[in-house]
């Protein structure tokens, strides 16, 4: 009878911990998307003048302070070369970088965002005194000489449906 007792225990042990991972969920039950919204100040700058940059990440109502990784890669319309930051120290769920520019031109601005096993990267366009000729939008070029496995690359196909 104690044996039994036992199992009992440990099956609920084990429902419990199984659903502690989704606690994040809608009144659907499916996890809350990652949002990601990016916000480049001034959108049009000057050489020599810093322009600040903030990825605001939520999930539903919170403020997401613990992402995995966030990354801004910028770049130069046309240009190979992207630079690529590690932002950290988010302050209510806003991850900025403030950066000044020498160069003039029309510049992109990616902001990679790894959080609660979901991926968002939304994407700017924001110009440093004389725009430059842009780049097609059509041609997904964003990707180029980014260091990461072929696992995260995956993932920025499409936002990863685990929400662990
Ligand atoms: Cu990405």
């Given at each position: 009878?104690?044996?039994?007792?036992?199992?009992?225990?440990?099956?609920?042990?084990l429902?419990?911990?199984?659903?502690c991972?989704?606690?994040?969920?809608?009144?659907?039950?499916?996890?809350?998307?990652?949002?990601?919204?990016?916000?480049?100040?001034?959108?049009?700058?000057?050489?020599g003048?810093?322009?600040?940059?903030?990825?605001?990440?939520?999930?539903?109502?919170?403020?997401?302070?613990?992402?995995?990784?966030?990354?801004?890669?910028?770049?130069?319309?046309?240009?190979?070369?992207?630079?690529?930051?590690?932002?950290?120290?988010?302050?209510?769920?806003?991850?900025?970088?403030?950066?000044?520019?020498?160069?003039?031109?029309?510049?992109?601005?990616?902001?990679?965002?790894?959080?609660?096993?979901?991926?968002?990267?939304?994407?700017?366009?924001?110009?440093?005194?004389?725009?430059?000729e842009?780049?097609?939008?059509?041609?997904?070029?964003?990707?180029?000489?980014?260091?990461?496995?072929?696992?995260?690359?995956?993932?920025?196909?499409?936002?990863?449906?685990?929400?662990?």
């Amino acid at each position: 009878m104690k044996k039994v007792m036992y199992l009992v225990v440990s099956i609920l042990l084990l429902v419990m911990l199984s659903s502690c991972g989704s606690s994040k969920t809608n009144s659907n039950g499916q996890p809350q998307m990652l949002n990601v919204e990016l916000a480049v100040k001034p959108e049009q700058g000057k050489v020599g003048q810093p322009i600040t940059f903030e990825a605001k990440v939520t999930q539903g109502n919170d403020r997401v302070n613990d992402a995995d990784e966030v990354q801004f890669e910028i770049w130069r319309a046309k240009d190979q070369q992207h630079e690529k930051i590690a932002i950290k120290h988010p302050k209510n769920g806003i991850y900025q970088l403030k950066k000044t520019f020498s160069q003039e031109g029309t510049y992109y601005i990616i902001s990679h965002v790894t959080a609660r096993g979901m991926h968002n990267m939304p994407k700017k366009e924001f110009i440093v005194g004389t725009p430059s000729e842009p780049e097609d939008p059509k041609a997904n070029n964003s990707m180029n000489g980014m260091n990461m496995g072929d696992q995260k690359d995956k993932d920025h196909q499409s936002p990863s449906k685990d929400g662990h």
